[in-house]
């Protein structure tokens, strides 16, 4: 099937020579707090993305692809920029990007690429200065009523709808997965809901009597308290919920795409932030760097893997042809930047972190062997290489290793006998972060209301002492 998949790309690439190269549309769909093993692309047994399933057939996609941090806005920003949280310093409420720092969407706009963004979450609103670059950039700012996925399609479609001939740049991001404020958490419409979660079990109440919500879930953090399992199964199912809901909308958005003849030459990069915990290591909700937590989709698929027009990328006579299939190429968010910039033949901006998976879409060897992690005030920060995976709580100095190829779900931890590849793995770590403090760029800091405080922490946004 590999080499059929390449023969069929390398024919889609013959076919494309006849013309000249022209910049391919780029499109970007993020979709809020997605665990990359609920989905079957990644091995999930239940059928919550089809949609999504669909895409991966016509991509590349990344096994072991993996956040910065479990947090919206330092991930996004790492994505937007190409730079570690502890380098851009956009970590926690408040912080903001540097204006010296370029982002994806400038590079993109100074190729005369039309931009958009349509957001669904207060850590990407505007005031973080992610909005830079983007000509058009709509966000819904209503930190209680988050907008849904589908009426997020219909503003997209509108602004579709009005583009003039040329390259465009797009940014999706889809909040339905994420908790609910106060609903269900993972509130997904009745249709879904009913389909993969049913009735909640008995007893599944908060003390003032209401079913129980995000809220709900951050005092169990706070409280220690364990769930029973059937609660816990409960609350999972009503994740994949959401999920099937809005991998139904990224089919609808697709589709609707194709139908306008906007897909075709298309770059289509389907990622997650960070993902979500149902007490694996003893919390819910999204506060660890674990790999419920860290690890992501991340599905790149480029136009002649859809037997589109192509290729997508600028002709090198050194790539061999990118072909759909699977990689265990280690990736992050901050790798999108410089691969996207390497594809289109733009200048991969100085300081830049990530590295290009272009590579990688020929079957080259890998561009990174390691991953690092980190959470807004640095509780938690982490490495990966090697399939050995380091996690340090800096208040305590404690540390854990898991080795991720026998142990992926980090239950056993194998420190006491490995203390030589934990203080390789402490010092590796330690050297990436006193490289980032050395180059950090900080922007202003915005001044948050405490209404607005209140708010993200009953969505489970706890506002943490930094860690020494």
Same mark, same amino acid.
């Given at each position: 099937?590999?080499?059929?998949?390449?023969?069929?790309?390398?024919?889609?690439?013959?076919?494309?020579?006849?013309?000249?190269?022209?910049?391919?549309?780029?499109?970007?769909?993020?979709?809020?707090?997605?665990?990359?093993?609920?989905?079957?692309?990644?091995?999930?047994?239940?059928?919550?993305?089809?949609?999504?399933?669909?895409?991966?057939?016509?991509?590349?996609?990344?096994?072991?692809?993996?956040?910065?941090?479990?947090?919206?806005?330092?991930?996004?920003? @790492?994505?937007?920029?190409?730079?570690?949280?502890?380098?851009?310093?956009?970590?926690?409420?408040?912080?903001?990007?540097?204006?010296?720092?370029?982002?994806?969407?400038?590079?993109?706009?100074?190729?005369?690429?039309?931009?958009?963004?349509?957001? @669904?979450?207060?850590?990407?609103?505007? &005031?973080?200065?992610?909005?830079?670059?983007?000509?058009?950039?709509?966000?819904? *700012?209503?930190?209680? @009523?988050?907008?849904?996925?589908?009426?997020? *399609?219909?503003?997209?479609?509108?602004?579709?709808?009005?583009?003039?001939?040329? #390259?465009?740049?797009?940014?999706?991001?889809?909040?339905?997965?994420?908790?609910?404020?106060?609903?269900?958490?993972?509130?997904?419409?009745?249709?879904?809901?009913?389909?993969?979660?049913?009735? #909640? #079990?008995?007893?599944? =109440?908060?003390?003032?009597?209401?079913?129980?919500?995000?809220?709900?879930?951050?005092?169990? *953090?706070?409280?220690?308290? @364990?769930?029973?399992?059937?609660?816990? =199964?409960?609350?999972?199912?009503?994740?994949? +919920?959401?999920?099937?809901?809005?991998?139904?909308?990224?089919?609808?958005?697709?589709?609707?795409?194709?139908?306008?003849?906007?897909?075709?030459?298309?770059?289509?990069?389907?990622?997650?932030?960070?993902?979500?915990?149902?007490? &694996?290591?003893?919390?819910?909700?999204?506060? %660890?760097?674990? *790999?419920?937590?860290?690890?992501?989709?991340?599905?790149?698929?480029? #136009?002649?893997?859809?037997?589109?027009?192509?290729?997508?990328?600028?002709?090198?006579?050194?790539?061999?042809?990118?072909?759909?299939?699977?990689?265990?190429?280690?990736?992050?968010?901050?790798?999108?930047?410089?691969?996207?910039?390497?594809?289109?033949?733009?200048?991969?901006?100085?300081?830049?972190?990530?590295?290009?998976?272009?590579?990688?879409?020929?079957?080259?060897?890998?561009? =990174?062997?390691?991953?690092?992690?980190?959470?807004?005030?640095?509780?938690?920060?982490?490495?990966?290489?090697?399939?050995?995976?380091?996690?340090?709580?800096?208040?305590?100095?404690?540390?854990?290793?898991? %080795?991720?190829?026998?142990?992926?779900?980090?239950?056993?931890?194998?420190?006491?006998?490995?203390?030589?590849?934990?203080?390789?793995?402490?010092?590796?770590?330690?050297?990436? =972060?006193?490289?980032?403090? +050395?180059?950090?760029?900080?922007?202003?800091?915005?001044?948050?209301?405490?209404?607005?405080?209140?708010?993200?922490?009953?969505?489970?946004?706890?506002?943490?002492?930094?860690?020494?």
């Amino acid at each position: 099937m590999a080499v059929a998949a390449l023969l069929l790309a390398a024919l889609a690439c013959g076919d494309a020579g006849d013309e000249p190269w022209r910049p391919p549309d780029v499109i970007v769909i993020s979709v809020d707090t997605l665990r990359a093993d609920h989905l079957p692309t990644y091995g999930y047994p239940r059928p919550t993305a089809p949609h999504i399933d669909a895409l991966a057939r016509t991509a590349l996609v990344f096994e072991r692809a993996y956040s910065e941090a479990p947090h919206t806005l330092p991930s996004h920003t @790492s994505l937007f920029t190409g730079l570690y949280p502890g380098r851009h310093g956009v970590l926690d409420r408040g912080d903001t990007l540097a204006p010296e720092v370029p982002t994806l969407a400038e590079l993109l706009a100074a190729q005369g690429y039309q931009t958009a963004a349509f957001t @669904s979450c207060y850590f990407l609103t505007p &005031e973080f200065r992610l909005e830079r670059g983007f000509a058009h950039y709509e966000f819904a *700012n209503d930190i209680e @009523s988050p907008r849904s996925a589908d009426v997020t *399609n219909q503003a997209i479609l509108a602004w579709i709808d009005t583009l003039r001939d040329g #390259p465009f740049f797009l940014f999706a991001h889809y909040f339905d997965v994420h908790s609910d404020w106060d609903r269900l958490p993972y509130d997904a419409p009745e249709e879904y809901r009913r389909r993969f979660a049913g009735d #909640p #079990p008995a007893g599944f =109440r908060t003390g003032n009597g209401t079913v129980a919500a995000t809220r709900w879930l951050t005092l169990q *953090n706070r409280d220690g308290s @364990s769930l029973r399992a059937e609660e816990l =199964r409960y609350i999972e199912h009503l994740y994949d +919920a959401g999920i099937a809901f809005t991998d139904a909308q990224i089919g609808v958005l697709l589709d609707a795409l194709a139908k306008r003849g906007r897909l075709d030459r298309a770059i289509i990069v389907l990622v997650a932030d960070h993902g979500e915990e149902f007490q &694996e290591h003893g919390k819910l909700l999204h506060t %660890q760097v674990y *790999n419920e937590e860290l690890r992501i989709p991340l599905l790149i698929s480029l #136009p002649e893997m859809r037997d589109g027009r192509g290729p997508a990328c600028r002709p090198r006579p050194a790539l061999p042809p990118a072909a759909a299939g699977r990689t265990r190429a280690l990736a992050q968010h901050v790798d999108l930047l410089p691969t996207l910039a390497d594809c289109l033949g733009i200048d991969i901006p100085p300081g830049v972190q990530g590295r290009s998976l272009l590579p990688v879409f020929g079957g080259a060897a890998p561009t =990174r062997n390691a991953a690092y992690f980190d959470t807004p005030r640095g509780n938690q920060i982490g490495i990966l290489r090697d399939d050995w995976k380091l996690i340090e709580m800096p208040a305590s100095g404690k540390r854990r290793l898991y %080795q991720i190829d026998q142990d992926p779900r980090e239950q056993q931890d194998v420190s006491a006998r490995e203390p030589a590849r934990v203080e390789a793995l402490a010092a590796d770590l330690a050297a990436h =972060r006193l490289e980032n403090e +050395a180059g950090r760029v900080e922007g202003a800091s915005v001044a948050v209301p405490e209404s607005v405080h209140k708010a993200l922490e009953s969505l489970g946004y706890v506002r943490e002492g930094a860690a020494p």
